[in-house]
């Protein structure tokens, strides 16, 4: 059965190197693996059609994408395909947690915080350098668990969605099963972000979450 134009594939990475034999089959050299692999990824057919149609970028969660990095994944992407990318993490952790990677700022509030003048300059400005808004998926902001009340949680969503640029889309993933409620999903629908559905340890079943 052929899959909807309505639906697009894809998994949440393209970079495993155990797909080789099934999605890749080109000789790649291990330190180039990643940055090559996505044009095949791209062309993998399952029953003779293009199976993926799109794919997750969680890389981008740890640091903006460069427009270079940008512009090599554009040379590699057919015309209609998305890439969807995850919102660097210093505009969704509202404070730094107790690690050693986040140096002096661990345990520290996060300034940044749903701060939409540093995603427009950070993160948004190297997709119109790279000219790559024709495959850019939605924004995926990844808020992990946190203490914030649902009250001041929308609120700052609310203020946040207010003032980014509307020709992008975004959707919010959450990992506080509290967050969920008419506020939240609100908030969503008065911006058309989508909520993205995940099946987390304290998250409740996909059905309860809809």
Same mark, same amino acid.
């Given at each position: ?32 693996? /990643?940055?090559?692999?996505?044009? +095949? ?7 003779? +059609? ?10 981008? #969660? ?16 057919? =015309? ?8 660097? +993490?210093?505009?969704?952790?509202? $404070? ?9 700022? /661990? ?5 940044? #915080? ?7 300059? #950070? ?9 790559? =808004? ?23 969503? +609310? ?8 020709? #992008?889309?975004?959707? @919010? ?8 409620? /008419?506020?939240?999903?609100? @908030?969503?629908?008065?911006?058309? @972000?989508?909520? @993205?559905?995940?099946?987390? $340890? ?9």
């Amino acid at each position: 059965m052929s899959i909807s134009p309505l639906i697009r594939f894809g998994s949440s990475s393209w970079t495993y190197e155990g797909w080789h034999g099934q999605v890749y089959h080109r000789p790649y050299a291990k330190s180039t693996f /990643a940055q090559e692999c996505l044009r +095949e990824y791209c062309q993998y057919q399952y029953k003779g +059609e293009p199976l993926f149609r799109t794919v997750g970028n969680d890389a981008t #969660f740890y640091r903006p994408p460069t427009a270079n990095q940008l512009r090599r994944y554009r040379n590699q992407l057919p =015309e209609g395909f998305e890439m969807s990318f995850k919102v660097w +993490e210093e505009l969704t952790i509202p $404070s730094y947690a107790k690690q050693a990677r986040y140096g002096l700022k /661990a345990g520290q509030p996060n300034p940044r #915080f749903l701060d939409a003048q540093v995603f427009k300059d #950070f993160v948004l400005m190297p997709y119109r350098e790279a000219k790559f =808004e024709s495959h850019t998926g939605p924004f995926i902001f990844e808020f992990q668990r946190h203490g914030m009340s649902a009250d001041e949680f929308c609120s700052r969503l +609310e203020g946040f969605f207010g003032q980014v640029p509307k020709e #992008f889309r975004y959707a @919010v993933e959450i990992r506080n099963a509290g967050l969920l409620g /008419a506020e939240y999903h609100k @908030v969503l629908e008065t911006h058309g @972000v989508a909520h @993205v559905y995940n099946h987390w $340890s304290y998250m409740p079943p996909l059905a309860e979450q809809h």
